[in-house]
């Protein structure tokens, strides 16, 4: 989670020109204040966060603070705040009309509950721009998230919530932290349905992942017809990534983030916030990742083939030296040349493949409370 992620995915957007297009204007984040962290999260956490981050020693392991993957420092209110007064504040630019897309690329923080941090997240960003979008008229958002891990802090804050949509593709929690997010995860008792979990598994590569996005999240969506849709792109699903076991490329990555655009001009009157999310190769993976998300976003894809600027490279050697790994050259276009290729799911489920299980087990459990698949009602 170092700051080094952000730097180079913003130096990256601006030396491709993503700054300066005339429809994208970058706005400094505010830092939440405890108000506004409250709509969704409780006094007692935030009042916890704020003394561990004005004194680290005293940590509060109980609500996951001064943990392994959430060890207090100095100025964690701060920073986690800033992230989420980002979110707030293209939750607010889409609620008034100034912008029908915005992307908080340090956002995604998915994993943090109303009363603890958890996986690297203190506060939850996309929860609190969601819970924005409700407190400001909006009926009815599907928030997507293509994390390698399952969003579950999203999950427990709008589980009893039917205006909601929760939708997590995810490698299974049987392989990896959380340990939660299965297909029989959909939702309490006022919005069964509402939680969507594909789990799929390890060592899954492009050709399954784009699969089982488009045999389960198109198909939910226009059924539940929402006036917003929040995407997360954790872009730790990619085969390098360290952290986890799943094979995709920037370049799927890259269509699903079209297809996450295409769903909201499509549906929502083209109203989309997005967020980047996990994601820990910080050279290779994530600035190009999040550069393209930023692209569709302003209407101003990024090409696979399109090269990596010289400035960009110059600047990683001289600010980030220590992020070059011995006999391992920096990047030199935009994506991978990845064989993206994927089945529809109209040409039949293979009770063989353990992908198809794993769709087929998502669509069993939560397409006929939508009125779809009744058959398996």
């Known amino acids: 989670m170092h700051p080094s992620r952000l730097d180079l995915t913003a130096r990256l957007c601006e030396d491709l020109g993503l ?3 005339p429809r994208v204007t970058v706005v400094e984040p505010h ?24 004194d680290p020693s005293s940590s509060d392991p109980k609500r996951g603070i001064g943990t392994e993957d959430d060890p207090a420092f100095a100025g964690m ?14 939750a607010d630019a889409v609620l008034d009309g100034r912008a029908q897309h915005a992307v908080n690329f340090a ?3 998915h994993h943090a509950a109303a009363d603890h941090a958890s996986g690297f997240c203190i506060y939850n960003d996309v929860a609190l721009a969601i819970q924005r979008l409700l407190d400001g008229g909006v009926q009815r958002v599907a928030y997507i998230d293509v994390d390698v891990h399952h969003g579950d802090g999203m999950q427990g804050v709008f589980w009893n919530d039917p205006r909601v949509l929760t939708i997590s593709l995810h490698e299974s929690g049987l392989t990896l932290f959380p340990g939660t997010g299965f297909p029989h995860e959909i939702g309490g008792p006022d919005a069964a349905g509402m939680a969507v979990n594909v789990a799929l598994p390890a060592r899954t590569a492009d050709g399954g992942w784009l699969r089982a996005f488009h045999a389960v999240v198109p198909q939910l969506v226009e ?8 995407s997360q792109h954790g872009c730790d699903s990619h085969a390098r990534d360290p952290l986890a076991d799943l094979r995709t490329s920037i370049d799927a990555q890259r269509e699903v983030a079209l297809t996450v655009s295409r769903l909201a001009a499509r549906f929502c009157s083209d109203r ?7 994601g820990y190769d910080v050279l290779h993976v994530v600035p190009r990742v999040w550069t393209h998300l930023v692209g569709i976003a302003a209407g101003h894809p990024i090409q696979l083939r399109a090269a990596i600027p010289e400035s960009w490279r110059d600047y990683v050697r001289e600010r980030h030296p220590e992020r070059l790994l011995p006999g391992e050259g920096l990047p030199e276009s935009m994506g991978e040349e990845a064989d993206t290729w994927w089945r529809s799911w109209d040409i039949g489920f293979n009770p063989n493949d353990a992908v198809d299980r794993a769709i087929m087990a998502t669509r069993k459990e939560v397409f006929p409370l939508h009125g779809l698949d009744p058959w398996f009602d």
């Open 19 to 21: 700054f300066s297009l």
């Open 31 to 54: 830092v939440a204040s405890d108000d506004e962290l409250a709509a969704v999260h409780t006094r007692d956490y935030i009042a916890a966060v704020r003394r561990a981050s004005e």
């Open 77 to 90: 209110h701060e920073a986690s705040a800033r992230i989420a007064g980002g979110s707030l504040e293209a």
């Open 107 to 109: 956002g995604g923080m």
């Open 223 to 230: 059924a539940f017809q929402p006036e917003v849709v929040v």
């Open 272 to 278: 989309w916030i997005a967020t980047g999310g996990g």
